[in-house]
């Protein structure tokens, strides 16, 4: 009877025994390389973020320094394989939007925008994707969710100098006429917000018709549809 209650004492340890071999067995069975992997990704990671966080925004650059933020510059393929020249829609007011597919209120203010950009003369978008993506990934995105206005994808390790490093999305920068940013709004905006931003500036106010553009500035809009 004491030897059969000790056996029975002993099989639930035996148990432990057998199952933390065989776990041990799964974990050395499993390729090296794939955590390595993952460690490597997460280190890119780490260093790309670390290397945009550091890079100097235009507060940090010295007295002296020409203005360039204020009259950003912006040159970029867009998605349908043209060129937009942000130098080359002068007389307009133009929407740079920062966004992401992954970024909800990115995707919540994408219809107002578009409809900004089609019904009013005055107002032109741009939206630069933020993010790392496909060609196709991203039109098939588009697909779903159509806008009027020129899409770019941004390359995140590298983006427009001429701009802050989006910190959090949306970002956007309402650019006037004459170049100069004339407000930047980071979270989402609409028609609304947008339309008071242009008439604070100078501009028309919300509903009312803008006056013609001077020859040889503005123009077709690089990119549109």
């Known amino acids: ?17 057998i199952a933390a071999t065989l776990l041990g067995a799964c974990q050395k069975s499993d390729d090296p390389r794939s955590v390595d992997r993952t460690d490597e990704i997460k280190r890119a990671d780490a260093e790309r973020i670390a290397a945009q966080a550091a890079a100097p925004a235009p507060a940090d650059k010295p007295a002296g320094t020409p203005a360039a933020p204020d009259v950003p510059e912006l040159r970029i393929a867009t998605l349908d394989g043209k060129t937009y020249d942000l130098a080359e829609h002068r007389g307009k007011w133009v929407v740079v939007n ?4 992954w970024c909800a209120p990115c995707i919540k203010e994408m219809p107002e925008l578009s409809a900004l950009d089609a019904m009013r003369e005055h107002i032109e978008v741009i939206g630069l994707a933020y993010e790392e993506i496909d060609k196709a990934d991203m039109q098939a995105f588009l697909k779903q969710h159509p806008v009027s ?25 309402l650019i006037a006429p004459d170049g100069k940013v004339a407000e930047k709004f980071l979270g989402p905006v609409d028609a609304k917000k947008l339309e008071e931003a242009i008439a604070k500036a100078g501009g028309p106010k919300p509903g009312e018709k803008a006056p013609p553009v001077e020859a040889g500035k503005g123009g077709a809009s690089a990119g549109h549809t």
């Open 1 to 17: 009877m004491i030897s059969t209650a000790r056996t029975r004492r002993a099989l639930p340890l035996l148990a432990v025994a």
């Open 98 to 101: 920062f966004w992401a597919t």
């Open 149 to 173: 206005y020129p899409i770019a994808v941004v390359d995140v390790a590298d983006p427009p100098k001429a701009f802050d490093t989006p910190k959090g999305l949306p970002m956007t920068y």
